[in-house]
């Protein structure tokens, strides 16, 4: 009967009026109506990613996305650079390493970030590296890597191209790709942008194109070239993903609604904010450092002396409250609070009160309403009260 509140990073709450836009009446991607859909998104989706490069939609999770940007523009045995702060840059190590290339890894402690300092000093005694991956939020520890320095350091120090993972907060972060010098920006659905799982996002720079040109990769359904191709058209190579394509109209129109995406950027500012102001009113350690948190997800350190599968599951099946878990090695020792999406102050405001009636019943000691004040004080300032 109780509606699970669902703070995770994905999948993340669907929206009433994307609901309703994906239970339109199904018609065929090789029709004017699919073209016109087609077009009127990819054109209104743009500035998530700040650029005037085309968005290709594949029908896939982020996974295929990164993938497929892997495999289209690196060969077997080249040499690449790949930036891991967490689990997720680890993956993005597992699909370089499974296509066969040369990987170095730049790896940062769980929970910092990469900084341009570390990047440069990396860089400097390599000379052939033919693209640099990085993640930009950090799904598993709630970092956001400063992409627009790390952007800068690549192309100051080599003809890498610079490739990056932002599945967990394009829709939520701001992202300027053409101005920053991002050669592939990557996002998926189920995180920042309000849909179910299984529609993935996918912008290139020229200078990737002539790459992948020149590359010609051995891949069928993951081949970006044929998608350029069928995209003149206001198609897909095959059949998309149809009904996501329909959710994400609606999302555009809700981004309107808010004001534009600079509003939404600024809204997820807010939430974080909202967040870890009221974990430091309670004494709770956050995992990252504020220059570097994410504006999706907070990574917030096991309250002292709880059990956190206990205080989870006990969230979860009392107040229907259902936070992420912490991965690799920080399980146990973190939990996760996603802010992303389909996500208003007021949550905040409801999870950081449900919480405390968590930490009450486990006899944590705290001046109750110390969270919920810290972060009403946070939302009401943004309104200037
Ligand atoms: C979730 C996530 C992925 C994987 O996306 P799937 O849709 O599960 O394939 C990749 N990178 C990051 C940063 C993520 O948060």
């Not at 993956?91 to 929970?111: A, D, N, P, R, T």
């Not at 790390?150 to 100051?156: D, K, W």
């Not at 059949?239 to 309107?256: F, H, K, Y």
């Amino acid at each position: 009967m109780y509606p699970t509140i669902l703070r995770h990073p994905g999948p993340t709450p669907i929206p009433k009026k994307v609901e309703l836009a994906m239970s339109q009446d199904m018609f065929s991607h090789r029709t004017e109506e699919f073209v016109n859909l087609y077009r009127d998104v990819t054109e209104r989706v743009k500035p998530f990613f700040g650029t005037n490069q085309d968005i290709l939609l594949l029908p896939s999770g982020g996974t295929a996305a990164l993938e497929a940007a892997v495999v289209n523009t690196v060969a077997p045995g080249e040499e690449v650079v790949v930036i891991t702060v967490g689990a997720f840059g680890d993956y993005f190590v597992s699909i370089c390493e499974k296509y066969g290339l040369q990987v170095h890894k730049l790896e940062k402690k769980w929970g910092e970030a990469c900084t341009k300092e570390d990047l440069e000093a990396f860089l400097k005694p390599l000379s052939n590296i033919k693209a640099v991956f990085a993640t930009y939020n950090e799904t598993s520890t709630g970092i956001l890597n400063p992409i627009e320095q790390l952007a800068e350091v690549v192309h100051n120090h080599s003809d890498a191209l610079f490739i990056v993972d932002g599945v967990s907060c394009i829709g939520g972060a701001p992202a300027e790709m053409d101005q920053w010098g991002i050669d592939i920006l990557v996002t998926g659905s189920q995180k920042a942008m309000m849909l179910p799982p299984g529609l993935s996002l996918i912008a290139l720079s020229e200078r990737a194109w002539m790459i992948i040109e020149a590359n010609r990769s051995s891949a069928y359904y993951l081949n970006l070239l044929s998608y350029r191709e069928w995209a003149e058209k206001g198609m897909t190579p095959n059949t998309p993903a149809i009904s996501l394509i329909m959710g994400l109209s609606a999302v555009c129109d809700l981004v309107d609604e808010e004001g534009g995406f600079a509003k939404t950027v600024e809204r997820h500012e807010l939430m974080k904010n909202m967040v870890r102001e009221s974990m430091r009113a309670l004494s709770i350690e956050l995992l990252t450092s504020d220059e570097f948190a994410s504006p999706t997800i907070t990574a917030i350190r096991t309250p002292e002396g709880l059990d956190l599968a206990e205080y989870l599951g006990h969230l979860k099946k009392k107040y229907h409250l259902d936070f992420a878990g912490g991965l690799g090695n920080l399980q146990g020792k973190i939990f996760r609070f996603g802010h992303m999406g389909y996500c208003f102050p007021s949550d905040v405001l409801q999870a950081v009160s449900l919480m405390e009636a968590g930490l009450q019943d486990f006899s944590y000691r705290f001046e109750p309403g110390a969270g919920v004040n810290a972060a009403q004080n946070v939302f009401l300032s943004s309104l200037g009260k």
